[in-house]
């Protein structure tokens, strides 16, 4: 799941609670507000483009294939200990 700006990513985490059911539900709602949040399968993905840390929380912007822009994620790697 990645979000168009990261804004809108972490809004949707903290009102689904960061649930992988409650994202998908949402996510699979036509009436509920997206947030400009999709899927990606994985092999649309090309790598990292950039990477941030908030609150302890890492979130990466991943390099899709077909598009200028990244997507913003919750990595799947741990934010580093300062």
């Given at each position: 799941m990645t979000c168009s700006a990261l804004s809108n990513l972490r809004i949707l985490m903290a009102e689904t609670g960061g649930d992988p059911a409650a994202i998908k539900t949402r996510l699979?709602?036509?009436?509920?507000?997206?947030?400009?949040?999709?899927?990606?399968?994985?092999?649309?993905i090309e790598g990292?483009?950039?990477r941030v840390v908030i609150g302890g929380t890492a979130y990466d912007c991943l390099k899709v294939k077909e598009s200028s822009l990244c997507r913003w994620t919750v990595s799947g790697v741990p934010?580093?200990?300062?």
């Open positions: 699979a709602d036509p009436k509920a507000d997206h947030l400009g949040c999709t899927r990606v399968g994985r092999d649309r990292n483009a950039e934010a580093e200990a300062p």
